[in-house]
Structure formats: C-alpha cells, structure tokens
C-alpha cells in the first residue's frame, strides 16, 4: 500500500496541480479564537485567521460526522504545521477534545489541563478558556475524574485575561470547586464579583470556622429568592444539599431551631446526605420541644429503606422525645432498640479495629450480596461520596481500557480503508490522465492536457493522500498516550483503592466512637427515665381513677399527624418494595400522646369536681 501511495504522489508532482488544498485561505478573520459552550453537544468556534481554513472544516467535521481518528490526525497534522502559538494550542485543544470524544476522559483531562497551565497570553486565552471549560464540563460528569488540578496563579491570570462575564464564569466556576475541595482563604479573591459563587464560598468558609452568624447570612444570601445571580446559583446547584445541611447547623447553633427545622427538610430525597439529615432533623425537633416530630423522625429512621441505615442517635433521640412526653415505657424501649440494632455493629467494630483487615474488598463483597458485614455498617461505607466517586473512576479506567482498544482497531481499519480508496483512485487517475493526454496529443501543452474531470480525481488522490500520510503520523503519538495511559492507571488505581480504604477506616473509627458515645449517653438518659418512671408510679397510685380518664382524653385526643408537624416523606425504593414513609410517620405520631398533658388536664378536671 506504501508504495501505491508513493506512487501517486510521483504522479501528482508530474502533474503540478497548482496550490495545496490546504492553503490558509481566508475567510472572515476574527481577532482571536473563541468558543461557545466547548466540549458540549452545542460547541461552536469562531476562528482567528491564524487556523487555516480546511482545518477548520476537518474539526466541525470531527465534531458531527467525522471519526475520532480522523480527528486525532488533523490535531496531529496541524500542531506539526502550526505558525502561531494559537494555532499550536488549539491543536492541543483538537486533540483533548478527539480524546474525550474517544470516551478517554481521563486522557482528555489531562490534555485540558497541560493547555489552561502553559504560559497565559492574551493570544491563546480564547482556546485556555475553553479547556478551562472542557474540565469544568469533565469534572461535572466524572466527578472523581482528575489530574494534576490548575494552580491558583494560572486563574488568576485568566480571570484577568477574561473579557466577557461569560468567560469570568467559566473561571469563577472552577474556582469555586477547588475551593470546596480544599478551601483556603486565598482563594476567597478569586471569587470576588462573582455573585452567588462568591456568597457560597464565604459561607462555606465561615461554616468552616465556626462563625455560625456570617454563614446564615451568607447561604441565605444563596438561597434567597431575590438573588439576581439566578444562573450562579443554578451552576452550583450540586451543592444544594450541603448548603441546606451547612445553613441548619448554623440555626441549630444559634438556637433558631424551628428555622433548622425547615432547612433539614429541604435536603432532597435522593441524596446520599438524607440519613445525615433526617437524624439531625430529629434533634432539631427535640430541642424546639416539638416532642411528635422527634420521635416521628426517629422512628423514620429504624423502617422501611432506613432500616439499614447507619443512624445510631435515632433511638436515642426517641428515648428522650417520649420521656418528655411521659412515655416512659415506650422511652425505654428505645433504648433498648438501640442495643440491639446496633450490637452486631458494634461487636463487628470492634473486632475490626484490633484486628484491622482491609476494608474495601469488603464493600465491594456487600455490595455482591457475600458480605457478611452488618448491613449498617455496609451502608454507611457504600454511601459516601468520596466512595461513590472513586468506585465510579476505578470503572472508568475499565472503560477506558475497552475504548482505546475499540479506537484503535477503528483507527487502523479506517487507515486501511484509506489506503484501498488510494490504491483504486490512482488506477483510475493514470487511466485517465493517459487518456486524455492522448486525446490532446500535439494540440496543447501536456500540463492543460487534462479534462476537468481528471483534475477534480487529481484533487481528490491528493487530499486522501494528505490525509493517509497524516494518519500514519499520528500512529506514534496515540500508541504513547494510550500506553502511557495504561500504565499510569495500574498505579492510579492502587491510588484511588487506598484512598476508598483510607476513607473507609476513618468512618469505622467514627462509627465506633459514635457508638461508645451514645451507649455512654444512653445509660445516663435510662436513669432519668427510671427516676421519672418512679415518680409516674408514685403519681398514678395517688391517683388510682387516672388511666381510665386518661383513656377517654387519648381517644378524644387522637387525630393524624399535621402537615406542619410532620414532613411528607415521599416514596423510597428498597429493593422490591416501595413504602410510604407519610403513612409510617403519620400513624406514629398521631399514636404518641402527651401523657405529661394528660396529667394536667386530669388534674384540672379533678380541680373543678
């Protein structure tokens, strides 16, 4: 095949076709590229005259109809022939972006990040930007998917190398991730003028430093329906969650309670933070002596898809709710429940922790279903973010794997193909061209010999020529950032399995403290319930016609739970079986009345006999 090409390259310098059909003609020339909505279904460029033109047409083409390694090829080809640092970057650009449409997007990532960290220059910014905006995009879908991040520097060269309000955003948003990544006060600058991003990130940092006033006014702030940063708040709208979470801790702080109240319920149903949220919902609720509520909360928390659910305060948070209501019977057996839900896991912990046997082939046993971890404890592992993130990277690279080797068996039949159309074309090409030459043989000069028809095939051999070379030049590149590829995730995934594992151990030793601590609190709040319990017993026996009259007030008493008491729960799978959390709480609450109330009323009843 070499040398059929070979061939018609000899051929076609005979012929001296005239210009290139790659010459950088110009069209309508734009100062500087840019692109809107890059590394989206909806990208669009506008190119500076320093991308020729047929380069440009190969790139829309890559993004609608052309092929990967196509693309890959013409990004190769024009970094190679590339007269202007912009044009080189946008090569680079090209080739992330052939990357990520290859499904590589750790490659990709990387590519992204070598572009948006080379010197910054107000001639290449239109293309760093657009990286910038290709890991914003990468880090929404992959969110465990990183390389080494950018540094603060380079965005703060950006930000001021930023025209518009939309470019500033691009900026401002990655800067708001690294700072809930890792939040630094000097990163606070880069979010200066940046609306809703900015009033997350100082109450994220305020939250951070226990200043409980400045992070209310902050997130409120955020959440205000009067916020005119509409489109700032809807970009960090992943983070909803936590800023409802971060801005109930505030009101629970300060003792605005019942505001609390309304904030833990905002958390979505969906989220991995719910349990979180509902078990401090409950003492939300016990601290505004809104005693129902508690213990509806609570019992929320041991049914249905919460059963399994790592929630060891639940019960005692009920314990307490029913001793303020008198229930002292029903108090102790909460706490009782919380021995023996949470005996297996704290025998299983505790063992763990002498022992300390890896972790993570474990979770991925219970989540085969062949663990025999207790499932409170299983749970709590497989709900954490970090591991959600890191399990969905670790499947990834899997994937990864699988796509490069598709990729490359793609690249080398398309090439192969190419080679075929070359070797078919040229055929047809010499026939012709001796034909005509003998047609016009003494009439014209040899180079005007050709017909029309002849010269378009001409033009024709010689771009799939052109683009054949290019294929074959980009061979190399590819294999050693595939190879590379591979081999740095033998070792990335050895990283990522030991940050699950180092994530996993720090939540069994929480778990484990959390359960010394309750099981300590526990017996203290089961010696006031017996003292309370004893003075009930002491009451009622001075009062020997109590129960039956306090019968009659429960069942006069009785009636559903209100909407206002109680939070509608919604629907929740678990497994198979879908409950109603609604009618669980509502029947509890509206069960668990006010013995405390009941005596007084009594009392008053006995008053005016």
């Known amino acids: 095949m070499t040398h059929a090409v070979r061939g018609a390259a000899v051929l076609l310098a005979a012929m001296a076709l005239g210009p290139s059909a790659y010459a950088a003609a110009s069209r309508t020339p734009v100062a500087l590229s840019a692109a809107s909505s ?3 279904a909806t990208e669009t460029w506008n190119f500076s ?6 380069f440009q047409d190969e790139y829309r083409l890559m993004m609608h109809t052309g092929t990967v390694a196509r693309g890959f090829a013409e990004a190769m080809a024009l970094r190679r022939l590339a007269q202007s640092n912009e044009a080189k970057r946008f090569a680079e650009y090209w080739a992330s972006r052939a990357l990520l449409k290859a499904a590589l997007p750790h490659v990709a990532h990387s590519g992204f990040v070598a572009i948006v960290t080379a010197p910054r220059a107000t001639d290449v910014a239109g293309v760093q ?3 910038l905006q290709c890991l914003n995009e990468i880090e929404g879908k992959w969110a465990s998917v990183t390389s080494k991040p950018v540094a603060d520097e380079a965005l703060a060269e950006l930000l001021a190398l930023a025209v518009e309000r939309g470019q500033k955003d691009v900026v401002w948003h990655y800067a708001l991730k690294r700072f809930i990544a890792d939040p630094r006060e000097s990163r606070l600058v880069l979010l200066q003028g940046a609306g809703s991003k900015e009033s997350l990130a100082q109450g994220i940092w305020a939250a951070k430093n226990s200043n409980h006033i400045e992070t209310q006014r902050r997130l409120e702030s955020f959440l205000s329906t009067n916020n005119p940063d509409k489109a700032g708040v809807k970009q960090a709208e992943r983070y909803i969650n936590h800023v409802h979470l971060l801005l109930a801790r505030a009101y629970y702080s300060l003792g605005h309670h019942e505001k609390a109240f309304v904030q833990y319920k905002q958390v979505s149903r969906n989220s991995n933070e ?3 949220a509902l078990s401090e919902l409950g003492w939300s609720a016990l601290m505004a002596e809104r005693y129902r509520e508690a213990a509806g909360t609570a019992i929320t928390l041991q049914v249905g898809g919460f059963r399994n659910a790592f929630a060891p305060e639940a019960p005692m948070v009920m314990a307490m709710a029913l001793n303020e209501l008198c229930q002292y019977p029903s108090s102790l057996q909460a706490i009782e429940a919380f021995k023996r839900y949470y005996e297996p896991s704290y025998k299983w912990l505790a063992q763990w922790s002498k022992d300390k046997p890896p972790l993570y082939p474990q979770a991925v046993d219970f989540l085969r279903k062949k663990s025999t971890v207790p499932v409170r404890i299983g749970t709590e592992w497989v709900r954490s973010p970090l591991f959600v ?3 969905e990277e670790l499947n990834q690279l899997i994937d990864e794997r699988d796509a490069a080797h598709a990729t490359s068996k793609a690249a080398a039949q398309e090439q192969k193909g190419l080679g075929k159309d070359i070797k078919s074309l040229l055929a047809a090409v010499k026939g012709r061209a001796q034909n005509d030459r003998n047609s016009q043989r003494g009439h014209v000069a040899d180079a005007d010999a050709f017909t029309l028809t002849t010269k378009r095939m001409m033009d024709s051999l010689k771009e799939k020529i052109t683009h054949y070379k290019r294929f074959r030049a980009a061979a190399a590149p590819w294999r050693g950032i595939i190879n590379r590829h591979q081999a740095q995730s033998v070792s990335l995934r050895k990283e990522l399995i030991a940050r699950i594992e180092s ?7 929480r778990m484990m403290s959390q359960l010394e601590e309750i099981a300590e609190n526990n017996q203290l709040i089961e010696v006031e319930i017996y003292n309370s319990a004893s003075q009930d017993i002491i009451w009622q026996n001075a009062h020997p016609d109590y129960k039956e009259l306090a019968r009659k007030l429960d069942s006069e008493g009785r009636r559903p739970a209100s909407a ?9 799978g678990s497994g198979d079986q879908v409950e109603i959390w609604e009618d669980e709480l509502g029947s509890f609450a509206a069960n668990v009345f006010d013995n405390c109330s009941n005596k007084e009323r009594f009392l008053a009843i006995r008053t005016k006999k």
């Open 503 to 509: 994530e996993m151990s720090e939540r069994s030793r």
């Open 389 to 391: 993130a890191t399990q």
């Open 38 to 40: 890059p590394c989206t």
């Open 129 to 131: 930007l657009a990286a």
């Open 564 to 572: 206002a008491e109680n939070w509608s729960w919604g629907s929740s």
């Open 274 to 276: 719910l349990a979180t």
């Open 49 to 54: 005259a320093s991308i020729p033109d047929a």
